[in-house]
Nanobody, 120 residues
Framework: QVQLVESGGGLVQAGGSLRLSCAAS????????MGWYRQAPGKQRELVAA???????NYADSVKGRFTISRDNAKNTVNLQMNSLRPEDTAVYYC??????????????WGQGTQVTVSS
């Protein structure tokens, strides 16, 4: 079994910063791409940022230059540093990790979600 535990959400004023973390634990053989998604009320879940196990990153255009994704492979942790936050960044943020528990089978696991609220 694999568990993902997210932390770091909260309420912040526009222009402020928050750092999200997501730690995966359990019987894990290999961790591949780790990413953050968000879902605002009435909207579809969207990719915010992702990082491969080789370190390549991908960002949504709306967060480029403001958010930075990083990972700690030794701890199976992915972080999202969010700076210059805007009210439109308000959403529930979810981490997603693609990993292998059993050789040959890759699976996606999702965190429980953490609320980020940016006030104007």
């Amino acid at each position: 079994q694999v568990q993902l535990v997210e932390s770091g959400g909260g309420l912040v004023q526009a222009g402020g910063s928050l750092r999200l973390s997501c730690a995966a634990s359990g019987s894990i053989f290999v961790v591949y791409t780790m990413g953050w998604y968000r879902q605002a009320p009435g909207k579809q879940r969207e990719l915010v940022a992702a990082i491969t196990n080789g370190g390549s990153t991908n960002y949504a255009d709306s967060v480029k230059g403001r958010f930075t994704i990083s990972r700690d492979n030794a701890k199976n942790t992915v972080n999202l540093q969010m700076n210059s936050l805007r009210p439109e960044d308000t959403a529930v943020y979810y981490c997603k990790i693609n990993l292998m528990r059993v050789i040959g089978i890759r699976e996606d696991y999702w965190g429980q979600g953490t609320q980020v609220t940016v006030s104007s």
